[in-house]
């Protein structure tokens, strides 16, 4: 698996877009790179994933640069409820085996 | 469809004894992983069980140890506890496949004294 590199922490504003950075340098061309993030007092929760194309679906989207070594998770209007720590992964094989890197902190202020 | 479940949700335990954590996946779900989240290190995977046999491991010592059953229910079991064994552990299950969806547990807080 690719090693991930995020911030350690961002801060948004209610109802602001919000735009989560990650690289991947490392990555293969056969890596998916994934996002969960992790609510407070609560397990991680699946976010988006992609390979090569952007991709959209109802909680965000994901822009991938064109090298693939970094990609970009788009909040479009960040609530209260995104206020949790995002974790950008990168890697082939099956999802069973996740290796998480650190996450970014995102606050969300009102 | 219900979620992923463990059980139980918080646990007591004083070193040198031994720890089972139980976790029943999403229906048809085949694929059922384990992590540990600590706040020094963070989410580390542990293991994972595909159709009753270990398909992937991770850096642990042989203390912690882990089976799937015919209905894709596992547990895991650590021996010998470790202060530095208390954590969350986590449980998620999915299909199987590369770019499955993962789904989580609420985890079981384990304390060891």
């Known amino acids: 698996d690719a090693k991930t590199t995020q911030p350690n922490s961002m801060e948004s504003n209610e109802e602001e877009p919000v735009h989560l950075p990650c690289n991947h340098s490392?990555?293969?061309?056969?890596?998916?790179i994934h996002w969960y993030r992790q609510l407070p007092s609560q397990g991680p929760e699946y976010v988006i994933h992609?390979?090569?194309s952007n991709v959209n679906n109802r909680m965000a989207s994901l822009a991938i640069a064109e090298d693939r070594k970094s990609s970009t998770l788009i909040l479009h209007r960040a609530t209260l409820r995104d206020a949790a720590v995002y974790y950008c992964l990168a890697g082939s094989g099956n999802t069973g085996k996740l290796i998480f890197g650190q996450g970014t902190t995102l606050q969300v202020k009102p | 469809k219900a979620g992923v479940t463990q059980t139980p949700r918080y646990l007591i335990k004083t070193r040198g004894q031994q720890v089972t954590l139980s976790c029943s996946p999403i229906s048809g779900h085949r694929s059922v992983s384990w992590y540990q989240q600590t706040p020094g290190q963070g989410l580390q995977f542990l293991f994972e069980?595909?159709?009753?046999?270990?398909?992937n491991k991770g850096n642990f010592p042989g203390r912690f140890s882990g089976r799937q059953f015919s209905n894709s229910r596992s547990e895991m079991n650590v021996s010998t506890l470790e202060l530095g064994d208390s954590a969350l552990y986590l449980c998620?299950?999915?299909?199987?496949?590369?770019?499955?969806?993962?789904?989580f547990g609420p985890g079981t807080r384990l304390t060891v004294l």
């Open positions: 998620a299950s999915g299909l199987g496949g590369e770019t499955d969806t993962q789904y």
């Open positions: 490392t990555i293969s061309g056969t890596d998916y």
């Open positions: 992609g390979l090569t």
């Open positions: 069980y595909f159709s009753e046999t270990q398909r």
